[in-house]
């Protein structure tokens, strides 16, 4: 299944995408237009804690939220996804109830106020293609194009979501699902 390009759905690396930067990545594509696209990875977990990146942030004791790789631009700064009931007027839409923003006060509002109805995830950097970039990868088929589901986001063990999404595809996809990230150590 492949859906045309738009903000709101999932790119997802093709098993022969070797760039390092998007191998075996599933990007929520944020925006998309004429001046090229936006988005961030969903399923690259640092080591990193959101604390460590952001310590003016109070963390509540056993939330260990995770800090994202989010992409290879701009690596220094964080930006952060929403799922809320009402989104704000500082941050940007990108599909039901997701929002894309960098406010923190939305964050200690999430952490202190609704843990468990609302959610946020953080990411260092974001991935972005200039104009007709993306639209060129696609021809090339270095991705597929999937509806976003907030679930896959917000809820998912992200270092599974890459090989649960070619599970669930046809029966000639499926293999792809246990392919090591490097295949010359297979």
């Known amino acids: 299944m492949s859906i045309p390009l738009g903000k709101g759905i999932l790119l997802v690396a093709a098993p022969a995408l070797n760039d390092p930067n998007f191998r075996q990545t599933v990007v929520l594509l944020c925006e998309h237009g004429p001046e090229g696209a936006l988005g961030v990875i969903v399923n690259r977990p640092t080591a990193m804690s959101i604390s460590e990146a952001l310590p003016q942030v109070p963390i509540l004791e056993g939330q260990p939220h995770v800090l994202y790789s989010g992409g290879p631009v701009q690596t220094n700064q ?7 009931n009402q989104t704000p007027e500082n941050s940007h839409q990108v599909f039901d109830g997701v929002c894309l ?3 923190l006060e939305i964050m200690e509002r999430i952490l202190m106020e609704q843990p468990g109805k609302e959610s946020f995830r953080a990411y260092l950097g974001y991935s972005g293609w200039g104009p007709g970039q993306l639209e060129s990868e696609m021809q090339t088929g270095s991705w597929i194009t ?10 998912k063990e992200p270092t599974r979501i890459w090989s649960d999404i070619f ?7 499926r293999h792809y699902a246990d392919m090591p990230f ?5």
Do not use: H
Request: proline share 9%.
């Open 167 to 173: 599970l669930s595809l046809d029966d000639t996809s």
């Open 182 to 186: 490097d295949p010359s150590s297979n």
């Open 146 to 155: 999937l509806p976003a589901d907030p679930s896959i986001v917000f809820e």
């Open 101 to 103: 923003g960098g406010d």
């Open 78 to 84: 964080v930006m952060m996804l929403y799922r809320i």
